[in-house]
């Protein structure tokens, strides 16, 4: 008799609200330090080199003219402001493809891809002179855009196994269009 | 005894209750949370697994404006010059005052930082004259100037191109 009567307790209640306030807590967090890769900003995915540097600098978020070095070569030239590409490239979608000469087979020309994947950005093939001067165009389209208030920063995006010989051509078409400030996107590696 | 006390008072308050609010028998409004977390958690898996937290770095970079007409003599005895072969390998080999160089000394990597604070130790004028195979891969060109960043001396280096008789003072020196 007195069994089920102990049984009868209205089961275990669990104070569910210290559980919720660290939930909350940390989807704040989360949510703040959130940042999304835009698919369609992202041209090209290229796995970045480490570096140890202490006293490197964040990534600008906007006004970035991102040049990207695929593995085979292949040299990209992108903006983030699509209003710009349009101006100069003629399509929002567009993305500059320089191959220099010096080095092997352009993956972009013979099959479209970069690595294992298609390309849906539309490919505006380059060559040296112009690629130096596309930078600038794109620079003073901005310009114009903004009453010369922005411009963009260049950032240089290696893939880690791409061969310096991509660099250097890329280094020198910088230097001869006057972009001689730069920055390489590096992931931070702890000792 | 305090559980005894309090049982007491509640049960007390509970005729108190009764007796003055008699429709009001519900014991006050209970909000049932298990949604909320469930939503909540959703979210929070959600932000968890989009976050990026590793936030990439950059790497200022600046090359010399100057062209052709205002070259910058440089006394061969502050130069220093950084060879990479395609294998890799590094080489440094610091310039004399007569104007030769001293034959190519192997580095390994992990001791560039610290050959380079010695040669900065003895002197502080010395101009890196980075000279990397097209061959050699992207990453420790990168890796090379991190080391360069590292290591605690004023950050004087330039990019030359690797012309034929640096390739054949690398290819002499081991590849």
Known sequence: MKKPKAAKKPGVNIDMTPLVDVILLLLTFFMLTATFKAAESEGVEVSLPESINVDTTKLPEIDVMTITLSPTGDIFLDVDNYLVREEVFGDKFAIGVWHPDSTSKSEIIETGKVGDVVLRRKPVLLDKDQFERTMNELRVALRNMTDGKSDFRIVVKGDRDGKYGAMEDLMAALKNSGNTRFALVTEIKHD | ?175
Do not use: C, H, W
């Open chain 2, 1 to 175: 005894m305090a559980g005894m006390g309090g049982g007491e008072d509640t049960s007390a308050q509970g005729d108190r209750f009764k007796k003055s609010y008699s429709k009001g028998k519900k014991p006050g409004v209970r909000i049932d949370m298990t949604p909320m977390v469930d939503v909540i958690l959703l979210l929070l898996t959600f932000f968890i697994l989009t976050t990026v937290l590793a936030q990439p770095q950059v790497m200022q970079i600046n090359l010399p404006k100057g062209d052709e007409k205002d070259k910058v003599k440089v006394d061969m005895s502050n130069v220093l010059y950084i060879r990479v072969s395609g294998e890799g390998n590094i080489y440094f080999s610091l310039g004399k005052a007569d104007g030769t160089e001293n034959p190519p000394e192997f580095v390994a990597f992990n001791n560039v930082k610290t050959r380079l604070e010695q040669i900065y130790g003895a002197n502080d004028q010395t101009l890196m004259l980075l000279k990397f195979s097209r061959d050699m891969k992207y990453s420790l060109m990168v890796s090379i100037i991190d080391e360069i960043n590292r290591a605690n001396i004023e950050r004087r280096y330039t990019f030359m191109p690797m012309e034929d008789m640096d390739k054949e003072i690398v290819r002499l020196a081991g590849g």
